[in-house]
């Protein structure tokens, strides 16, 4: 079983920025994609950021040149460092990972609780 924790949300004034982490542990062979997810109140969850295990990035359209999705795979982590955010960033905010538990295990989605993000205008 795989848990993910994310940290470093908050309330931040528009145009400050801000470093998300999710870290993984548990029992698994491999991470494959990680990726940034969002849902803001009203509205359905889209994709932010993700990062493939060979460090291919993709970005929304809204958040190109502002926000930067890294990895470090020695400590099972993803980061999303958000800079000039906007009132519209406001959302809560998930990390996902596509987990391997073993060679002959199918590759399943993680998901961590969400971390609230707010910025203020």
């Known amino acids: 079983q795989v848990q993910l924790v994310e940290s470093g949300g908050g309330l931040v004034q528009s145009g400050g920025s801000l470093r998300l982490s999710c870290a993984a542990s548990g029992s698994f062979f491999r991470i494959n994609a990680m990726g940034w997810y969002r849902q803001a109140p009203g509205k359905q969850r889209e994709l932010v950021a993700d990062i493939s295990r060979d460090g291919s990035t993709n970005y929304a359209d809204s958040v190109k040149g502002r926000f930067t999705i890294s990895r470090d795979d020695a400590k099972n982590t993803v980061y999303l460092q958000m800079n000039s955010l906007k009132a519209e960033d406001t959302a809560v905010y998930s990390c996902?990972?596509?987990?391997?538990?073993?060679?002959?295990?199918?590759?399943?989605?993680?998901w961590g609780q969400g971390t609230q993000v707010t910025v203020s205008s």
């Open positions: 996902s990972m596509a987990v391997r538990r073993g060679l002959r295990y199918p590759e399943t989605n993680s």
